[in-house]
Every structure is written in structure tokens, then in C-alpha cells.
């Protein structure tokens, strides 16, 4: 599967998701695909049970900690700048300017430059709680709730590695 087609996959199955409103106690359907504790914050269970259903599960590391994933993504060096960020792309957010992540979407759009934005699909979000919501929903995030922009290890075609 080459690197495009992949991305596609996980956004597609992500979108598939928008209206998914969990149950009491951020009990949710996430949790048991990524096979991680049920009843916990769940966005970055989300993000990871979509890319196991595109059997992408290596793309990514196996946590349900947005922290977890900004310190994979710093070790293995797959950081980009803001600006570059593109469909399939996780975006780590920091609401309250705590230094840390807090909370990680897929970017379901390339960085829109005239309105320092970009387009997103998340779970565990909402309008009442950014970082603990209800449900999945599309969010448009700006540059400054912006951690920082992770680029997966989606596989390669054989045009890509040449």
C-alpha cells in the first residue's frame, strides 16, 4: 500500500467515525480495537484504533498518551514543522500552554497558510471539552493550540524510496 494510499485509509475510516458519541464515563468502542483500558480519556486510543483497522498499526506507537506520542515522534525523529503538515499527519495540541500534549487529532487537510489552520478529525472532543469530550467530531485547529505536527510511518511506495 503506498504512502498516499494509506493515509486515505486511515483518514476515510476516521471520517466514517464523525458523530460516535461515547457512553457514561468515557466508556467507548476504541478502547477494545486498540486494546487499551476502557473508561479513560480516549483520543489518542482513537487515532490508534483507526490506524489498526487500515492494518497501519506500525505507524504509529500503541498508547493511549498524547505525551507518549510527542516522545516516539521526537525519538524518531518524525517532527515536521507546522506548516508542513498534510492529510494524514497527527496534530498534538496543548490547550492550556502547559508545555505538554494534551490531546492529538488526524489532520484531514494540508496547513492552510492564509489562516495559520488546519482541518482535523478527533476523538474524545467536544464543544464543552476540547481535551475530554463526548464524541468524534471535524475540528478546525490553529497554529496556536498547535504542540506539534507528527508525521507517521506510513509505508513507502517503490517510487518514494528511490
Not at 84 to 103: E, N, T, V, W
Not at 130 to 141: A, F, M, P, S, W
Request: proline content about 4%.
Amino acid at each position: 500500500m503506498s504512502s498516499s494510499l494509506s493515509r486515505n485509509k486511515v483518514i476515510e475510516l476516521a471520517l466514517e467515525e464523525i458523530g460516535y458519541i461515547e457512553g457514561t464515563g468515557n466508556d467507548n468502542k476504541y478502547a477494545k480495537i486498540a486494546g487499551h483500558a476502557n473508561k479513560l480519556p480516549w483520543c489518542a486510543t482513537f487515532i490508534y484504533a483507526m490506524f489498526k483497522e487500515a492494518d497501519l498499526a506500525k505507524a504509529i506507537p500503541n498508547t493511549a498518551s498524547c505525551q507518549a506520542i510527542e516522545k516516539w515522534a521526537q525519538e524518531s525523529e518524525v517532527i515536521v514543522p507546522t506548516e508542513s503538515a498534510k492529510r494524514g499527519d497527527l496534530i498534538l495540541m496543548d490547550f492550556s500552554k502547559s508545555g505538554k500534549a494534551q490531546h492529538v487529532g488526524i489532520a484531514i487537510s494540508r496547513y492552510k497558510p492564509e489562516r495559520k489552520t488546519i482541518h482535523t478529525v478527533e476523538g474524545n472532543t467536544g464543544d464543552k471539552s476540547q481535551i475530554n469530550g463526548e464524541g468524534v467530531y471535524l475540528k478546525t485547529r490553529g497554529v496556536g493550540v498547535i504542540r506539534c505536527v507528527v508525521r507517521p510511518r506510513y509505508p513507502k511506495n517503490k517510487e518514494e524510496t528511490q
